[in-house]
């Protein structure tokens, strides 16, 4: 055997010894693409299902048939959750406009009658700011309506309360895309940046001095979020200016809740970094937020395509709040002054001083 490849293979040998004597190394390699594999499997596996939509059924029925009924009654699946509203047509529309549902099927009045002189018009009021949940539902009631009443010259009224039928899927979808790169650029880079100081001896040093954990833990916060906000404007602006992605809402409100969120995962990140050895260790953690991440929170497609049983756990994930909140801001043209936007903020700023305060709580350990 050559001297070179007998270095070769001892180069090997001892690279393989690590991972025997570093057994949290070891149980990741094997166990987290077991764990891709079935996650994604099971969450991308679903269509969209239990989306909340109205129906304003004034239909008084011809000849004592109601064909509305008809309608409704071949609406097949669990796409739509179809609840029935009485209160009007104008309170309905106030109910998407609110983020309450997201459709409104309404018969006029004298619907069943119009059918048979093939002048019958079905309004569907939408909230575009998911143009898959956008197309589900419409596709779904246009299939119920081929099979009531085939061939018939029905007019589907389309009225989008927010969006329209030109907004894209990448319109719904760069919100939470720019939030995603935010949080995975703030969190590795400090947790990296923690154990790297650790392992050089600079944390020790440092905390032999009067510099206390929480002055340290705001310190590399501060720096972080300079850095969280250069990327929010490279990324929104690449967004803004390659794509064309509409921006309807406070572009200065979506820049508040970005740095809100890249905050929160400066923290989440020191804290994490508390159990890494060494930085090996700690890109370990990398998958263990990116996958809640991608999966739960709507990012990629909407959170009524999550089944049922893993939906829950959507609501314990920072980015859910943070993606929607943006979206709601740009797509939608919501303030602080909506519900919805006001209770993204707030748990955002929970996460915020939650995270910070365990941040600088487990960071003195690891001096």
């Known amino acids: 055997m050559s001297t070179g490849l007998r270095r070769t293979l001892a180069v090997a040998r001892k690279t393989l010894s690590q991972f025997r004597h ?14 891709m594999v079935v ?4 969450t991308f596996g679903g269509e969209v299902h239990d989306v909340r939509t109205l129906v304003v059924n004034e239909d008084d029925g011809f000849l004592g048939n109601n064909s509305a009924e008809r309608i409704l009654t071949n609406v097949e699946g669990d796409t739509l959750d179809l609840v029935t509203w009485t209160g009007g047509l104008e309170s309905a529309r106030e109910e998407v406009a609110a983020g ?3 459709a409104v099927i309404a018969f006029p009045a004298n619907f069943s009658a119009r059918l048979v002189t093939r002048n019958a018009t079905i309004t ?32 589907l009224d389309r009225d989008y ?12 979808f760069a ?18 940046m923690v154990v ?16 206390r954990p929480v002055e340290f833990v705001l310190g590399l916060a501060l720096a972080l979020a300079v850095i969280a906000l250069a990327q929010s ?20 409100l979506a820049f508040a809740l970005l740095l809100l969120f890249a905050i929160g995962n400066q923290g989440l990140g020191i804290m994490m970094s508390s159990a890494a050895k060494n930085e090996l260790q700690a890109i370990q953690f990398v998958p263990l937020v990116l996958f809640p991440s991608l999966l739960l929170t709507g990012v990629f497609f909407p959170l009524e395509a999550i089944p049922g049983g893993l939906r829950p756990l959507s609501y314990f994930v920072p980015l859910t709040y943070a993606a929607d909140g943006l979206r709601s801001v740009m797509l939608r043209g919501w303030g602080l002054g909506d519900l919805q936007v006001a209770l993204d903020v707030l748990v955002l700023v929970v996460y915020d001083v939650l995270t910070l305060l365990g941040a600088s709580l487990f960071v003195r350990r690891q001096a």
């Not at 309360?161 to 719904?172: K, L, P």
């Not at 690449?238 to 794509?243: E, G, K, S, V, Y």
């Open 233 to 252: 404007t490279v990324v929104l602006g690449a967004a803004l200016l390659l794509f064309q992605v509409k921006v309807v809402g406070n572009i200065a």
């Open 22 to 35: 570093d057994r949290r190394t070891l149980g990741f390699v094997v166990a987290m693409p077991l764990l």
């Open 124 to 155: 569907l009021m939408l909230d575009g700011s998911s143009p898959p949940i956008t197309t589900a539902v419409t596709a779904k009631l246009l299939a119920a309506i081929q099979k009531s009443f085939p061939g018939s010259l029905l007019t």
């Open 175 to 192: 919100p939470g895309v720019v939030a995603l790169a935010v949080m995975m650029v703030t969190t590795i880079l400090s947790v990296i």
């Open 39 to 42: 996650v994604f499997g099971y």
């Open 161 to 172: 309360v927010y969006g329209s039928e030109d907004t894209r899927f990448i319109d719904s």
């Open 196 to 211: 790297r100081e650790r392992g050089g001896g600079i944390l020790e040093r440092l905390f032999s001095t009067s510099l």
């Open 100 to 102: 309450r549902a997201w």
